[in-house]
């Protein structure tokens, strides 16, 4: 049984946005659902669950009283507007539209505010959003479900399992789906596949970066908080748990990365001397989103880049004062990469034939332009702080651009360009 809490605790710590902190789904057995994220667990004893939102059943005989009020639309929170909206509960036009919201007393003196009822009678079934906190046992849970990662989100810890059946040992990755608790647990493989595993089989559990191009600590959203019996405390990210030696708990450990200075470190603790699981918040998480294109689509700053042939004149390339004007505007800012181009291109080859360059603008008596040679090609190129290819073949170029002025993406190949006015 320490073995499943040990799992369940720690499966959570790397999906829970900076925002609302819904990473895991429990469904209990009274049909209550609850979405948020463990809070903490001692071994042994119950678990406490940080909720974001739940549906909450309890039989009828346990509510003495409920009372309705009309709240306005403008008066609601946003997560209650966007569930309003969402489940067609409100009533009237504009801001002047209402919905029912309650409170419930309870026999034992407990009272629940601004909830949604959907079931009273024999069993009472109500909406809360808002954030609370449920002491839960082990046995009260059916499952535990976790959201699917989105393919443009490159940001993320994956498992790998260390699987023994019989004689037979063999490793396998994937994205942390779902467990039934001291049963079975589930892996979204590479291959598109969910594959099952009976919990008891696992000998080894890593947590292993999604995205190679990130630390582990810029892809893990919350952080592990470990207290110790002796009163000692480590924090940091579980990366792995180990159960080589079977049902023998005090020679089962864990380790434990830590980040000091920017230096990650890591201890090896022996899981019978914990006293309690904690998560917290991580301030260093930097999801990176990509985007899908098709092969030959390419935008910059996410926004479609059109594509012109320039004309070559005397081994100079012109860009006429019209092109200019309908060009693409970026604001100079401050920040490090102010232009982003992200293309799916046909091969590797292809990204090295794009050059980012200034072209120098010419004033001529009937009309002005601007111009590049193949000289400036080379010596005048803006080198890009990043280029990065991620698993969804985006390929990212990122440039700091701290000058004004106009500003050509060429391919040396194709004479194709795109033009970009720095302001």
């Given amino acids: 049984m320490r073995k499943l809490l040990i799992l369940i605790t720690v499966a959570f710590a790397f999906f829970i946005p900076a925002k609302a902190q819904v990473v895991q789904t429990l469904n209990l057995k009274d049909g209550s659902v609850l979405y948020g994220f463990m809070r903490s667990q001692k071994p042994g004893s119950n678990c406490f669950f940080q909720t974001e939102k739940a549906v909450i059943v309890m039989e009828g005989k346990k509510v003495k009283d409920i009372t309705t009020k009309k709240v306005l639309y403008k008066n609601l929170s946003d997560e209650w507007k966007q569930w309003a909206e969402e489940h067609e509960v409100l009533y009237g036009l504009g801001d002047n539209r209402e919905m029912t919201m309650s409170t419930l007393i309870c026999t034992d003196g407990k009272q629940v505010n601004d909830v949604y009822i959907l079931e009273k009678g024999q069993t009472v079934k ?98 592990d908080e470990i207290e110790m019996k002796n009163g000692t405390t480590y924090k940091g990210i579980i990366t792995e748990r180990n ?14 990365t830590s980040l000091t200075g920017g230096v990650e470190s890591t201890t090896s603790i022996k899981m019978s001397d914990v006293a ?104 005048s190129s803006v080198v890009p702080t990043e280029v990065v290819t991620s698993m969804n073949h985006t390929t990212k170029l990122a440039f700091c651009l701290s000058d004004v002025g106009l500003y050509v993406l060429f391919n040396k190949v194709t004479k194709d360009a795109v033009i970009i006015m720095v302001e």
Avoid: C
């Fill in 126 to 223: 109500y909406v809360e959003n808002a954030p609370n906190s449920y002491a839960l046992s082990w046995d009260d849970i059916v499952s535990i479900q976790q959201p699917w990662r989105t393919n443009t989100l490159l940001s993320g810890i994956n498992r790998s399992f260390t699987v023994k059946k019989g004689n037979t040992t063999r490793v396998v990755d994937g994205q942390y789906i779902k467990e039934i608790p001291g049963k079975t647990i589930y892996l979204y493989e590479e291959d598109g596949v969910v594959e099952s595993f009976d919990i008891f089989d696992l000998i080894k559990d890593k947590s292993i970066k999604n995205n190679p191009n990130q630390s582990l600590f810029e892809q893990s959203m919350l952080l």
């Fill in 243 to 256: 159960y080589e030696y079977g049902s023998k708990l005090n020679e089962s450990y864990l380790l434990m």
């Fill in 276 to 379: 309690e699981y904690r998560k917290l918040r991580n301030t260093d998480y930097k999801p990176v989103y990509d985007i899908l294109l098709r092969p030959g689509d390419m935008v910059i700053n996410r926004e479609e880049a059109v594509k012109v042939k320039l004309d070559e004149d005397d081994n100079k390339f012109i860009v006429e004062e019209e092109m200019a004007e309908k060009s693409m505007k970026v604001n100079r800012s401050t920040q490090k990469d102010n232009l982003v181009v992200e293309a799916n291109f046909q091969d590797e080859k292809e990204g090295l034939n794009y050059i980012l360059v200034q072209a120098k603008k010419v004033s001529k008596k009937k009309s002005n332009h601007y111009e590049f040679d193949y000289a400036d090609l080379i010596k």
